[in-house]
């Protein structure tokens, strides 16, 4: 009985993960045709030479390589948001896991309850407060929204109560500030929690379509996840073929960056611990 349920289980596994990655793979074949073949709607690849001297060639050359402007500003709103939202959370976190303050349980539940509201709730207030400080169409209207994230505290709080009460009383028993304690003792405890959050912050950022559309009426600081719903002929209709290179193109830093920070996932405290 068990071996079958170990079979049920390994069959059901198989076929979630070919629906995962079907899309992807319809993804990366689309990128080897041009518009006729695309048209075709198979799922076999087209022309490996449209890939890169028609298509990849075409979407950076598109608009004098505006492409390149997507870019960046995906990378910039992404970065600089997802680093210190985190590092906020994680001091947000710090602070309910070490202090005794009033009103601090009924904070904790506010907390969770504005975690549940969705973010495009909240991009009409932001937009008629933005548009009162002269910041619309700017990179602030991005950034500055995307330094708040009520989850990321509720998470981080979380994390911080895994770190023994002990090692803080350690740490400030050897004569070290607070600074010292939150930087060189407790985040390398929570790296996992930091970790994770920086990757949940940064994916979210890079791709959040609703805000940039809302508050951006300059196409030269659209993110990349905007800026490919842009990319049409002359004729004003879409050119599908540069539009899933774009996709490609746009999923290929978020593979990257977590191909190149799931080390950092594994959990430190028993070492930190020892």
């Known amino acids: 009985m068990i071996k079958k349920n170990k079979t ?4 059901l596994a198989v076929l979630l993960a070919i629906l ?3 899309p992807f793979y319809w993804l990366v074949e689309s990128t080897t045709k041009d518009i006729s073949q695309l048209q075709e709607g198979t799922f076999l690849p087209g022309n490996p030479d449209h890939f890169i001297n028609n298509n990849l060639k075409d979407v950076f050359m598109f608009r004098n390589g505006i492409f390149h402007k997507w870019m960046l500003n995906s990378c910039i709103y ?3 948001g997802a680093l210190f939202a985190t590092l906020f959370c994680s001091m947000a976190g ?4 070490r202090y005794r303050f009033r009103s601090r349980k ?4 506010l907390i969770m309850g504005f975690s549940e509201v ?4 909240t991009t009409l207030p932001l937009f008629m407060e933005f548009q009162k400080l002269g910041l619309l169409s700017t990179s602030w209207s991005i950034i500055i929204p995307s330094l708040v994230n009520v989850f990321g505290v509720y998470l981080m709080v979380i994390y911080w109560k895994q770190v023994p009460e002990e090692m803080f009383d350690a740490a400030m028993i050897d004569g070290a500030n607070e600074p010292a304690v939150f930087f060189r003792i407790g985040l390398p405890c929570i790296k996992p929690g930091f970790t994770t959050l920086f990757l949940i912050s940064f994916v979210g950022i890079w791709n959040n379509y609703f805000l940039p559309l809302v508050m951006l009426n300059d196409d030269a600081k659209f993110p990349l996840i905007l800026g490919i719903t842009t990319i049409t002929s002359l004729e004003g209709f879409p050119v599908y073929n540069l539009i899933i290179m774009g996709a490609f193109l746009t999923s290929l830093p978020l593979i990257l960056l977590f ?3 799931q080390k950092f996932l594994m959990p430190q405290l028993t070492g930190a611990i020892k």
């Open 20 to 22: 995962f990655i079907l």
């Open 94 to 97: 710090y602070a309910f896991r």
């Open 259 to 261: 191909i190149f920070l």
């Open 118 to 121: 969705p973010t495009f709730a």
């Open 78 to 80: 992404s970065l600089t």
């Open 106 to 109: 009924i904070l904790f539940i």
């Open 8 to 11: 049920g289980n390994q069959i």
